[in-house]
């Protein structure tokens, strides 16, 4: 599996109709939605925003696909088809179309959503999906700096964080560095 750690995009053009391909790194459904939502913002006068999504769960895999209003199995399919041959997970694709009067016809839409996702995953700098874990830990104020450093060596980072009479923190970090990570919060935190 792979994913991306950084939004993508292009923009093609076939027989006056516009088509924008964005690739954006989500790692939750409410991701996605909050991302289409942003598309709907950035193309209020677009035609179409197909879309398709993989995300990884700890329970399995979700996907789904949307023709958006274009014929059945022309938009949508097509652009999930690319996400799984590319084994892409924790991604939002979603190809904009602005119709330019010419009609395209089934095979035509088919290809021209399908070319575009091809395009901007093309483009995109895929990297090995990691599997993430999340850690909740109780930190005293003081130690919260060394604390931020070690976590950012181990490739985690901070979530959540609820500061009372000490640190409430909720961290993501690589599967595999969960370890390192309870050996250095006991060694450093709890001598």
Same mark, same amino acid.
């Given at each position: ?14 027989? &006056? ?20 939502? *942003? ?16 995300? &990884? ?28 041959? &590319? ?39 895929? *990297? ?64």
């Amino acid at each position: 599996m792979q994913s991306i750690s950084s939004p993508y995009a292009i923009e093609d053009s076939i027989k &006056k109709s516009r088509f924008i391909g964005m690739l954006i790194p989500c790692l939750t459904e409410s991701d996605v939605a909050k991302n289409l939502r *942003h598309c709907q913002v950035l193309h209020p006068s677009a035609s179409h925003i197909a879309f398709a999504y993989r995300i &990884k769960t700890s329970n399995g895999l979700i996907s789904r696909f949307n023709d958006a209003g274009e014929p059945s199995g022309t938009a949508g399919k097509p652009i999930f088809q690319h996400l799984e041959g &590319k084994e892409l997970v924790n991604v939002l694709l979603a190809v904009i179309r602005y119709f330019g009067g010419t009609k395209l016809g089934a095979g035509g839409l088919t290809r021209a959503y399908g070319n575009t996702a091809k395009q901007v995953i093309e483009i995109a700098e895929l *990297h090995p999906f990691i599997r993430c874990v999340e850690q909740q830990l109780v930190l005293d104020y003081k130690q919260m700096q060394l604390f931020e450093h070690v976590l950012k060596k181990l490739g985690g980072e901070i979530i959540k964080q609820n500061f009372a009479e000490q640190v409430h923190l909720t961290v993501q970090l690589p599967k595999q560095n969960l370890t390192a990570l309870t050996e250095a919060f006991t060694s450093l935190f709890l001598e």
